[in-house]
């Protein structure tokens, strides 16, 4: 089973508002990375966990919060999002090295009105 | 920084046609490298991984790609096009030293009746 995830599929959220996005994989993978992508542009990594710890946060505003509550679960916290904000956030997950491949969850897609 | 680069943002092809996507790699040691594809409003699938073990690399639906050093290259081929081959693809590195992925560009692939 090479599945990863995500909930929920598609999010509208106000700017004051507070909302998660959920990731779940069961592979058995030690490392899980959240990534932003903007249409029509590659995925941009805004954090990664290594065996359930934050090992690189690619300069994220503060309005975006991870958590790794175990191996298998990350969660992205949301809060006071920007318009700008608005775009498809990917989860995937792998076994830690360089040589390993990412797998990637389906995405959910995020307005901010 | 070690980076990928796609040549051309779209392709159009044929169905039945030789598909050839570039990619090439800035890097003086070889990395690994990597091709995704990305349907519609989807995440990204893997299509095939480089990690030195062999220079002709096999993937699914069809897709191989060839690691040539000389030329800095990792391009992707299909020797026949097929309408569901239709999204987009991108070419990936983890540089060495490195445990994250940097992403090429993109290439849209058309495929036309």
């Known amino acids: 089973d090479t599945e990863v995830t995500q909930t929920p599929k598609h999010l509208v959220m106000g700017m004051t508002n507070k909302k998660s996005l959920k990731c779940e994989q069961h592979m058995g993978h030690r490392a899980m990375y959240w990534y932003k992508q903007k249409a029509k542009k590659p995925p941009e990594l805004m954090f990664v966990?290594?065996?359930?710890?934050?090992?690189i946060n690619e300069s994220v505003p503060s309005r975006f919060s991870p958590e790794c509550p175990n191996s298998s679960l990350l969660n992205l916290h949301l809060h006071a999002l920007q318009p700008e904000d608005s775009a498809l956030y990917l989860c995937?997950?792998?076994?830690?090295?360089?040589?390993?491949?990412?797998?990637f969850g389906p995405g959910t897609r995020l307005t901010v009105t | 920084a070690q980076s990928v680069t796609q040549l051309g943002s779209h392709v159009s092809v044929s169905e039945g046609a030789l598909v050839l996507l570039r990619c090439n790699y800035s890097s003086s040691v070889p990395p690994y490298l990597f091709w995704y594809v990305q349907y519609p409003n989807q995440g990204l699938q893997l299509l095939l991984k480089?990690?030195?073990?062999?220079?002709l690399v096999k993937g699914i639906n069809g897709f191989e790609a060839e690691f040539k050093k000389s030329e800095t290259s990792f391009h992707l081929t299909k020797p026949s096009a097929h309408m569901s081959d239709a999204a987009e693809y991108f070419c990936?590195?983890?540089?060495?030293?490195?445990?994250?992925?940097?992403f090429g560009k993109g290439t849209m692939l058309l495929v036309s009746p």
């Open positions: 995937a997950s792998s076994r830690g090295g360089p040589s390993y491949e990412q797998y």
């Open positions: 480089y990690t030195s073990a062999a220079t």
């Open positions: 990936a590195v983890i540089p060495s030293g490195y445990s994250t992925l940097t």
């Open positions: 966990y290594s065996y359930e710890k934050l090992s």
